[in-house]
């Protein structure tokens, strides 16, 4: 796919087949997102693979807690309470891949470096027929102690990005529209 057709055509998915992704394709696609620039070329990226619709499901309870647990520090995502509070609701879509980048706190620049390898990762996910959905939801699970402990992260890394993986249930239609954006100097 050409580079400007995948920007264009990426679109977060929330609804995913059950096909499961070949673990070979997941270490293509993160080494596709290591070839991300980054700051004095540190490279302070780390990735975690969780597998496995159950577990994430179980995951997703606990990432709805602790993001109500903290929504008073985050104003603005009051908005979605009602959404955190629905047992229904999986933060994961019912996907059974989830990635997650972390960056080492050894650079100031990690939040950055690790964001840019995000997009690298889900344009070259685009690109072989793979959808993604970048999931704040699981931000304060995912950067707790106690999670972090259980899959082996050292503690000098930091969450930054977590995302959903898997073949797109259909295909999906044009992304909202992008907004007004100021442009200085132009
Ligand atoms: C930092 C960040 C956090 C996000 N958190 C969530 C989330 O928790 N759940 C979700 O379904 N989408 C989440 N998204 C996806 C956005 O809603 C989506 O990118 C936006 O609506 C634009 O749609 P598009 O990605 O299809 O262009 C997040 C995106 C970013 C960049």
Redesign the pocket.
């Known amino acids: 796919m050409e580079t400007i057709e995948a920007i264009k055509t990426r679109?977060?998915i929330?609804k995913y087949k059950d096909t499961p992704v070949d673990k070979e394709l997941v270490k293509e696609l993160i080494e596709l997102a290591a070839w991300a620039p980054s700051a004095m070329n540190i490279q302070p990226w780390a990735f975690l693979v969780l597998e496995g619709k159950e577990y994430l499901k179980e995951l997703s309870t606990k990432a709805k807690e602790l993001m109500l647990a903290n929504i008073d520090k985050r104003p603005e995502l009051k908005k979605y309470q009602k959404r955190l509070e629905d047992e229904n609701y999986n933060?994961f879509?019912n996907a059974s891949t989830v990635v997650a980048i972390y960056g080492s706190t050894d650079t100031s620049w990690y939040i950055y470096d690790c964001s840019l390898a995000a997009q690298n990762f889900m344009l070259a996910a685009h690109d072989k027929g793979l959808g993604t959905?970048?999931?704040?939801?699981a931000h304060f699970l995912f950067d707790s102690e106690e999670f972090k402990q259980k899959h082996n992260i050292p503690e000098k890394y930091r969450i930054v990005a977590p995302f959903t993986l898997g073949y797109p249930e259909k295909q999906p239609a044009s992304?909202?529209a992008r907004k007004d954006y100021p442009v200085f100097g132009l």
Do not use: E
């Open positions: 679109r977060s929330r933060v879509h959905c970048w999931i704040g939801f992304g909202p």
